[in-house]
C-alpha cells in the first residue's frame, strides 16, 4: 500500500515523537504568578525528551495564561486518565480512547489539527521487504502495540480483526507493547517484531526525521480517518479561571509567534474546539472490542 507523506519537513527539532521519557521541567518566568500553578500532563507515547520543545511549550503556556506551568509526565495513558478523572491535573494530551472510555468524567479543551483537519489514522506496519497485501496477512506474527489504551496503537487494529471474525489474542503468535508509537517503528525495523500497530501522524513525521528508519517498514493497512488525540480536562475542573487560561492559551497558540514555533516543532497546524461526537467512531471500536470480550 502506498502512503505520501507531506515532503514538507520541518527546519529543526522537530518532535520524533514517540517513545522517550519525557522530563517534567519548570522555566524561572519572573514575571509568572507564583501562587496560581497549571499542571499539564504529558504521556511519551507521542513525545519526546526534546528539551528545546518541552522548554517552548511550557514558556508559551507560561506567558499565555500569567501562570507558573509543570509539565507533568506518565508512562502511560491510564496513569494520567487517572490524574485527570481524579482532578490532580488541569488539563492533558490523551488519545481518543481513554477519552471516550472516560466521556462521563472528561471535557474536551482543544483538538490538534494536521493537515488542516482534526484527524489521523492508525496503521499496520510491517518489514519493508515482506509481502503482506492487507491486515489478515499478518496472522501468526509477533506483533507489537504502543499502549493498551491508545486507539491508533492497539484499539484499531482489535476492531478490525474482530470485525472480521479473528480474535485478536490468538490471531497473532505474541504482542507486546513498546509504550511508543516511535519504538514500535523501531521494532518492526529491527526485526525485533514481525509486525505493529502505530499512529499515522506519528510515522509520517519520523518518516522526515528518520527515513531510513522507516525506509525498513512498509505499510501494510490504514484505518479510516478518526478523531486526532485531543486535550482533555476533569468534567470538574479543579480550578474553573485555570481551565478557561489553559483552553484559551491552546486555542490562540496559532496567533503568536512563540505559540507557532511549538506548533512547528510539533508539526501541527493549531489546536481547535471540537464536539465530542468527533470522537463517536472510536467509542464504536472500543464497544466492539468490550463487547468480544
Known sequence: ???SPDPKPSRRHVLSLCG?????????TPAIAKTAVV???LTPVFLTSDLELLGRLQSYLQ???????RLVNRRTYQEVTT????GQIDGAWICGYPF????TELQLLAVPQWRGRPLYRSLAICDADRDASDLTSLRGDVHAFSDPDSNSGCLVTKAA????GFRPETFFAKTLFTYGHRDVIRAVAAGLVQSGSVDGYVYDVVSKLEPALTSRTRIVSASEWLGFPPIAAPKLPPDAELHSLLKNALLTMHQT?????????LQLDRFSSEAPELFDPIAIKAALVAAAG
Do not use: K
Open 1 to 3: 500500500m502506498s502512503y
Open 100 to 103: 471516550v472510555s472516560h466521556r
Open 83 to 86: 490524574l485527570l478523572t481524579s
Open 39 to 41: 499542571q499539564f500532563g
Open 20 to 28: 522517550a521519557t519525557l522530563v517534567s521541567t519548570r522555566l524561572a
Open 257 to 265: 509567534e512563540d505559540g507557532r514555533a511549538v506548533l512547528e516543532m
Open 63 to 69: 506567558r499565555s495564561t500569567g501562570c507558573a506551568v
Open 161 to 164: 480483526l474482530i470485525s472480521r
